[in-house]
């Protein structure tokens, strides 16, 4: 089983919202991510968390925070995010150290109005 | 950061047809992969070929890590397999920060 399951799928969300896109894998992973793709772009790392401890933050604005409660759950909670935000969000996980496959989910389609 | 380079940008053939795409990258790796993402935005993964050869069906990729690039293969192409592909690498050394390159868009004509 290689699946990373990403909810919701679609989300539409007003500015002064407060939301939160959540991804899950039950592979043994410990290492989790978190991608943004715009159209017609390819994807951008966002953050790394590597044994449920954030690694890297790709200095991506506070509106966004993520969280990684357990090694298999990585969410990423949004707030006061802009037009220009909406994007494709996508999860992915791989096995640690670094030279495994990395597997991404379907992605969250955001759209902020 | 590493540098990676896809081309072509654009290939448009026909059903049938068979297709070269390459991926160039300006730093030793340790992690290559190629993905096919389909129009609802899904990566898919096809390989992790940070050297050597693999064949999958119809498709086939080869890296010569030494001169840095990787060259991915699709023989008698469907309209399925369009869609954009996306070689991504992992810098040697690096902490698991796999850069996109920026992609090269298939057009499969029936």
């Known amino acids: 089983d290689t699946e990373v399951t990403q909810t919701p799928k679609h989300l539409v969300m007003g500015m002064t919202n407060k939301k939160s896109l959540k991804c899950e894998q039950h592979m043994g992973h410990r290492a989790m991510y978190w991608y943004k793709q715009k159209a017609k772009k390819p994807p951008e790392l966002m953050f790394v968390y590597s044994y449920e401890k954030l690694s890297i933050n790709e200095s991506v604005p506070s509106r966004f925070s993520p969280e990684c409660p357990n090694s298999s759950l990585l969410n990423l909670h949004l707030h006061a995010l802009q037009p220009e935000d909406s994007a494709l969000y996508l999860c992915?996980?791989?096995?640690?150290?670094?030279?495994?496959?990395?597997?991404f989910g379907e992605g969250s389609w955001l759209t902020v109005v | 950061g590493i540098q990676v380079e896809q081309s072509p940008p654009d290939l448009i053939l026909q059903e049938g047809a068979n297709s070269t795409l390459r991926c160039n990258f300006s730093?030793?790796?340790?992690?290559l992969q190629w993905f096919h993402q389909n129009p609802w935005g899904q990566l898919i993964n096809l390989f992790y070929i940070p050297s050597g050869t693999k064949q999958n069906g119809r498709l086939s990729a080869t890296t010569v890590a030494t001169e840095r690039y990787s060259l991915l293969y699709i023989s008698s192409s469907q309209t399925t397999d369009s869609g954009v592909y996306f070689c991504?690498?992992?810098?040697?050394?690096?902490?698991?920060?796999?850069?996109f390159g920026s992609g090269t868009q298939l057009t499969v004509l029936p």
């Open positions: 992915a996980s791989s096995l640690l150290p670094s030279g495994n496959t990395i597997y």
């Open positions: 730093d030793s790796v340790n992690n």
């Open positions: 991504a690498v992992e810098r040697s050394g690096s902490a698991r920060q796999l850069t």
